[in-house]
């Protein structure tokens, strides 16, 4: 028996170590979507076919029917005219990739989940929460398609914002409901203390990465991020001088670049120092905090930091597109140490397992 925590039984590790894959998987598919969107290679595949769609092109006229599609929407007239064959290969590919690691994804759940069940090891609590976890892993094949289709409005070069981060959204909360039940199956009970003030932050921390992860979707799809390439003033002000110039006032929040990146800029400052809040405050509770506890909260704190420093230089060199995926991946370490860290500090729960 471990005196941090109570170990998990075989069955449950087992189910646990799987989980953390299919977690796994999910951070390595938003960082695909992500270089999708700075490639702009996510309007490249005109069709939404979810079982045809795992071949790819095998023969030239294939190719040339799929190009010939691409050449109808208004991306390629508005930033590819011109573009031949083999330029659509190159973005073409990455898309592609993009939908079949979410394939992928589908039966690597799927398999596992039915042989797990059939020899009896998830527990009747855990049936329900990951047959819905399934679902919405296929509807987000059909909200990723509805995000692809407002690429194909007139005078539209890219997705609609709004749209992805939906898109985004769904995707961080199947990751976040995979990763928790990962740790409740590896780490059953967690050795927490009763340090509110600890916990309460490592929440706060947890709820202003998750929005700070959206407010990057929106800058994501405006492009945000290519105007006002300096920090922390923008264009020599803290607020930028046109961040309520759109009306109704709403419209400012997906439409407005000033607003937009201030926005994230805001969020981003307050998620780090809420972190280091929290470290502060688990500073003068040490002695009641675990070992595990003290290790996930400096990893919080070290993580969220890198981020950020991260997001800084990526705006202040134009987005490089290395960087902007970086920054992608970094936003998933972020919200995985948060979760872990909101995960051991709960109280103990010294119920027994559920066969």
Do not use: C
């Not at 929290?278 to 930091?305: C, E, H, K, M, N």
């Not at 970086?326 to 860290?341: D, I």
């Amino acid at each position: 028996m471990n005196v941090f925590w109570r170990e998990a039984s075989p069955a449950r590790r087992a189910v646990g170590l799987w989980l953390l894959v299919i977690a796994a998987m999910i951070g390595v598919m938003v960082v695909l979507g992500g270089a999708t969107r700075v490639s702009g290679s996510g309007l490249s595949i005109m069709e939404w076919a979810p079982l045809a769609g795992v071949v790819p092109p095998l023969s030239g006229a294939e190719w040339r029917r799929l190009f010939a599609l691409y050449r109808q929407i208004p991306q390629y007239h508005l930033l590819h005219e011109g573009m031949d064959l083999a330029g659509f290969q190159h973005i073409f590919w990455l898309e592609w990739t993009h939908r079949l690691w979410g394939r992928l994804m589908g039966v690597a759940f799927f398999l596992p989940l039915v042989v797990f069940w059939w020899r009896g090891w998830l527990a009747r609590r855990l049936v329900a929460r990951l047959l819905g976890i399934f679902v919405l892993g296929g509807l987000q094949g059909a909200v990723g398609w509805f995000m692809v289709a407002s690429g194909f409005f007139p005078d539209s070069t890219a997705v609609a914002p709004a749209r992805l981060v939906i898109h985004l959204g769904l995707a961080l909360a199947l990751y976040a409901a995979v990763l928790w039940t990962a740790f409740s199956e590896l780490i059953p009970d967690p050795a927490g203390a009763r340090v509110v003030l600890v916990r309460a932050g490592a929440r706060l921390t947890l709820a202003l990465v998750a929005l700070t992860i959206l407010a990057g979707g929106f800058v994501a799809g405006l492009h945000a991020g290519l105007d006002y390439n300096t920090f922390p003033l923008m264009d020599g002000h803290l607020v930028p001088v046109g961040y309520a110039r759109l009306s109704p006032i709403w419209r400012n929040f997906d439409e407005n670049i000033a607003a937009v990146q201030f926005d994230h800029r805001l969020l981003a400052s307050l998620a780090l120092f809420a972190a280091l809040l929290t470290l502060v405050a688990a500073s003068g509770q040490r002695a009641r905090l675990s070992p595990l506890a003290r290790r996930a909260l400096a990893a919080l704190g070290g993580v969220i930091f890198l981020q950020f420093l991260l997001g800084v230089t990526t705006l202040l060199l134009v987005v490089p597109a290395p960087l902007a995926v970086l920054h992608q991946a970094g936003a998933v370490l972020a919200l995985t140490a948060s979760l872990f860290t909101v995960y051991v500090l709960r109280v103990p729960d010294l119920r027994k397992d559920v066969p």
